[in-house]
């Protein structure tokens, strides 16, 4: 009782984090090396076609956020989508939602992003820095400063989003309006004709499109350290993904103009090649400066909002009892700490090989993650419907429903080759089962409870 006590008292007396760092927080998750790479290679491909997909993709980003957005103002905890499916649908969707679809995610991808990093500190100092040192010792500064609390977190984040951000917007507005000289194109040049549009190919770009705009619901797992979460939570989740559109737009068209659709697609860097044909040899500089950045944001983003998630979960039996340990910075260290040691396993003992693969199966957990949280809107609306709705969808059940058919149509063509297509659901289906097993036996054993069994409606009343 004095834990939770103490624990309220900060959260009462602590600073809370404004809108304009809620929205650094969604955009340096979203925005990653990863989603460059997407970004460009997708302009390779289609041209307008995938412009008109990233329209589409953005609606359902949007979508998606409008339901996250009502769940986490009918309750608001940090446990976020275990939270509201315990709620809906039972303790077992719930455990396996954030454990399937962010806990594995964030390992695996910021151990990508910590490979990329490598591999350009590589090309900028090449033999100069001993192997894996750099980017563990990025993220151990990282650890630390999300350790020290909420504070400190959100300078880091706001000056490394400010960084990535300016160097993403200087790169796509030089190259958009032809501010540096273009070098002659050698080879095909990216297509602008609109027949990708009008016959409807580009809706088999939207699965590509969609990896430009998954993550903003990260805000919510912080949404008891943030001012006026009403209007905050809402805001800062639409203005951030509509941002970011603009702002690959500028990236993606930039490079159609200076890089051919064979360097866009066949580059394993895409964007190191773009700043180099911008601004010769000081644009690996620059490429690196974005790289550092995008890398900082997404670590930094994962080890503030996860272990908040894996926090509120053991709150309610859900995980290991000593995750609600929290110090006093009101950070919940164990599960950060648990964080970064999970993602040093991966990096120190794999290739980034054999680590993609994983991300992309594990890829899937995550869009399965928001089909969970449109089903919940849909069952607490006919459970609860006289519950306190701060935010309530607009049109709803329309973005729920088709929020649902595209993650499914994206799941289904998460593969990035045909060859992979495999390879990649049997990895999914293994760890799908894995945890499955292990979060059926902690329901049944440890908290003695039905699967789909969702907390009573007397109790929910009782706990708000």
């Not at 090309?123 to 151990?140: D, E, T, W």
């Not at 894995?434 to 409870?449: D, F, N, T």
């Amino acid at each position: 009782m004095t834990e939770i006590i103490n624990n309220n008292r900060h959260l009462t007396t602590a600073k809370k984090i404004g809108l304009l760092t809620m929205i650094s927080i969604c955009i340096g998750l979203v925005v990653a090396q990863g989603a460059m790479i997407s970004a460009l290679q997708g302009i390779g491909i289609g041209g307008s076609a995938f412009i008109a997909a990233m329209v589409a993709a953005l609606v359902i980003a949007h979508f998606n956020i409008m339901s996250f957005v009502e769940l986490s103002l009918m309750f608001p905890a940090e446990g976020t989508l275990a939270t509201y499916t315990q709620k809906a649908i039972g303790h077992f969707p719930a455990i396996v939602s954030v454990y399937a679809g962010y806990a594995l995610v964030g390992i695996l991808g910021v151990t990508v992003e910590l490979f990329l990093v490598e591999a350009m500190l590589n090309a900028l100092l090449p033999g100069i820095l001993p192997a894996k040192v750099v980017p563990i010792l990025i993220l151990l500064f990282l650890c630390v400063t999300n350790i020290r609390g909420i504070d400190i977190f959100a300078k880091v984040q706001n000056l490394i989003v400010v960084i990535m951000v300016s160097a993403i917007l200087l790169i796509g507005l030089v190259a958009s309006f032809q501010l540096t000289a273009p070098a002659e194109i050698v080879g095909t040049t990216v297509d602008f004709g609109m027949a990708g549009v009008t016959n409807g190919s580009f809706i088999g770009l939207i699965a590509l499109a969609m990896w430009l705009f998954v993550g903003a619901e990260f805000i919510c797992p912080m949404i008891n350290e943030v001012k006026d979460p009403n209007s905050n939570i809402p805001k800062s989740m639409h203005i951030s993904v509509t941002v970011i559109f603009f702002m690959y737009l500028a990236f993606v068209y930039g490079a159609s103009q200076f890089l051919s659709v064979e360097t866009l697609l066949e580059s394993n860097v895409p964007y190191v090649d773009y700043a180099i044909s911008l601004f010769g040899t000081s644009g690996l500089l620059i490429a690196t400066i974005m790289a550092l950045a995008a890398t900082f944001s997404s670590a930094n983003t994962i080890l503030a909002a996860i272990p908040r998630m894996l926090h509120g979960m053991s709150e309610q039996k859900q995980t290991l009892p000593v995750f609600k340990t929290l110090n006093r910075f009101g950070a919940p260290w164990v599960a950060i700490v648990v964080m970064t040691v999970l993602i040093c396993i991966p990096f120190l003992g794999l290739s980034i090989d054999s680590v993609i693969p994983m991300v992309i199966a594990a890829t899937i957990s995550y869009l399965l993650a928001y089909i969970i949280a449109h089903i919940d809107v849909i069952v607490l609306r006919r459970r609860l419907p006289n519950h306190s709705r701060p935010y309530r969808t607009p049109l709803y059940p329309v973005p729920q429903i088709l929020g649902i058919l595209a993650m499914v149509y994206v799941m289904i063509n998460s593969s990035p080759t045909p060859e992979m297509t495999a390879m990649i659901f049997q990895i999914f289906g293994g760890m799908l089962l894995v945890i499955s097993v292990v979060a059926a036996l902690w329901v049944k054993i440890y908290m003695k409870k039905g699967l789909f069994e969702p907390d009573a409606i007397e109790s929910i009343d009782k706990n708000l």
